[in-house]
C-alpha cells in the first residue's frame, strides 16, 4: 500500500487563503483555545512581521523579528473588554516543518510552544476571548483582512479546538484540500499568489533521542516519579480521504521504579514488578506504519520494539486500541556493599503514544496508549558507586500475561 499523498499551502508569493465558516466563533466561546499550525518558515528575505493563521478581531498566530534577525513565535489575542495579549518568544527554525502553537486559558495564560516545547508563558484576563467578525472568516498566510502581513514560506495545516489535544471536543481543521469541523467542510479561497504543492512526506518535528534520567546530587535525594527524557515528537498522520485530520505525538518520560539508600559493607535488596514487553494493536482498516512508509508498523528510533498503531479514517470511525501480550516480571533491585553510604535510583523508559483526530460532522476523536519499555537505566550518588547497584531478573511471575486494558474511544 503507497503512502497517500500530503499537501501544502505554498505562500512563496503573497497571498491567502480564506475560509467562510461558522465553525470558529462557535470553539471561541470556550475557556480554553488551541491553535496549532504545522509551518515551513522561509528564510530568503525574512519579514519581520508575518501572519501564519488569522481570525478576525480575536486571535493570530503569527512569525516575527522583534528587531532581530532570527524568526520568532508571535500569538496574539484580543479579550472581550478590548485587552490584547501577546508576546514574542523562542526561535522557530528555517527552511524545515516545524509545529507553532498558541494556547490561550482564560484568567490564566497565553502560551506559546514551538516543536512542542513552551518558549513563553504570559498571564491573561478573566475574560472571554472576542468573537470573530464576519462570522467567524478565517485566514491562512496573511492577516485578517487577508492582504497585510503575507507569510512567506510554506502552511500545511491549521488546527483551531476548544482544548488541549485529547481533552477537546469542538476542532477546526484546515488543509489543502478544505476545512473540517464537528460542523462540516468549507471550501478555500485562494487569494493572491496562494498556492499548493505536494511534499515528499508529511511533516514532523525533529526526532530527539532520550535524555538519560537525572542522578542525584546528595545521598538521600528524593528524585521525581517522572521525569521527560525529550521533546514531543509530533507528526500530521497522512489521510486516505479530506475527512479527516490526525495528529501523532509521542512523549517519552523515565518512570522511577525504585530509589535506594545503601550502607558500607551491606547488600541491599527491593523487590518491583516491571511491565514490560507490549503490543500496541487493532481491528481498523488503516496502519499507523503503512502511513509512514514502514512495512513492519510504527518504527523511528524512539521504541525498541516495532508497534502497530491501526487507524480507521472512514467516517463512522472507531478506535479501540489492546494492549496485549503484557508482561509482568519481578526484579530485585540492590546496592551490593557500597564503599560510602549510596543512593541508586532505577529508571524505566516509557513512551507514550498519542492520536488526536478531527473527522467531519463527527466529534473529535482521541486515545493514549503507554508503552513501557524493558530498558532500565540506573543512576547513582556518587558516581564511583555505579558499578555496586544491580538489577537482577526473577522468572517469570505466576498468571503472566498481566492482565489487557483496553482504551475505547
Not at 100 to 110: A, N, R, V, Y
Not at 206 to 233: I, W
Amino acid at each position: 500500500m503507497s503512502a497517500p499523498t500530503v499537501s501544502a499551502f505554498d505562500f512563496s508569493s503573497p497571498g491567502a487563503v480564506q475560509f467562510n465558516a461558522g465553525a470558529p466563533g462557535l470553539i471561541m466561546g470556550a475557556s480554553t483555545i488551541h491553535v496549532l499550525a504545522w509551518v515551513y518558515v522561509s528564510s530568503a528575505g525574512l519579514p519581520a512581521d508575518q501572519k501564519v493563521y488569522s481570525l478576525g478581531q480575536s486571535l493570530v498566530l503569527g512569525v516575527g523579528t522583534d528587531g532581530g534577525n532570527v524568526p520568532l513565535l508571535y500569538p496574539e489575542v484580543w479579550d472581550s473588554a478590548g485587552n490584547r495579549f501577546t508576546f514574542q518568544a523562542g526561535e522557530i527554525p528555517t527552511d524545515q516543518w516545524s509545529l507553532l502553537e498558541m494556547i490561550w486559558t482564560q484568567g490564566q495564560s497565553l502560551v506559546g510552544l514551538i516543536n512542542g516545547v513552551q518558549v513563553q508563558s504570559v498571564p491573561v484576563s478573566g475574560s472571554l476571548l472576542m468573537q470573530p467578525n464576519a462570522g467567524g472568516t478565517s485566514y491562512v498566510g496573511a492577516f485578517w483582512d487577508g492582504e497585510s502581513y503575507p507569510f512567506s514560506g510554506m502552511v500545511q495545516s491549521v488546527l483551531l479546538t476548544n482544548g488541549a489535544d485529547q481533552t477537546a471536543t469542538q476542532a477546526f481543521a484546515i488543509q489543502p484540500s478544505g476545512a473540517i469541523s464537528n460542523w462540516g467542510p468549507t471550501t478555500p479561497v485562494f487569494m493572491g499568489g496562494a498556492s499548493t504543492v505536494t511534499l515528499d512526506t508529511a511533516p514532523s518535528t525533529p526526532f530527539q533521542a532520550p535524555d538519560q534520567p537525572p542522578s542525584p546530587t546528595y545521598v538521600g535525594e528524593q528524585m521525581p516519579g517522572s521525569v521527560t527524557a525529550s521533546a514531543p515528537f509530533s507528526m500530521v498522520v497522512p489521510g486516505t480521504d479530506s475527512s479527516t485530520y490526525t495528529i501523532l505525538t509521542v512523549n517519552q518520560a523515565w518512570n522511577q521504579l525504585v530509589e535506594i539508600t545503601g550502607q558500607p559493607g551491606l547488600d541491599t535488596g527491593y523487590e518491583v514488578d516491571v511491565t514490560t514487553g507490549i503490543s500496541i494493536t487493532d481491528s481498523e482498516t488503516q496502519t499507523l506504519g503503512v502511513s509512514l512508509g514502514l512495512e513492519a508498523g510504527f518504527d523511528i528510533g524512539l521504541l525498541s520494539a516495532k508497534v502497530n498503531l491501526t487507524l480507521s479514517y472512514s467516517e463512522s470511525f472507531t478506535e479501540e486500541l489492546s494492549i496485549t501480550e503484557q508482561t509482568t516480571i519481578a526484579k530485585k533491585f540492590d546496592i551490593d556493599k557500597p564503599d560510602v553510604t549510596t543512593t541508586g535510583v532505577w529508571w524505566q523508559a516509557v513512551p507514550t503514544l498519542t492520536t488526536f483526530q478531527v473527522i467531519d460532522y463527527s466529534n473529535t476523536v482521541g486515545a493514549s496508549v503507554l508503552d513501557p519499555l524493558p530498558d532500565i537505566s540506573a543512576t547513582v550518588y556518587p558516581v564511583e558507586s555505579k558499578g555496586k547497584l544491580k538489577t537482577l531478573g526473577i522468572p517469570f511471575k505466576v498468571g503472566a500475561p498481566a492482565s489487557q486494558p483496553s482504551l475505547r474511544t
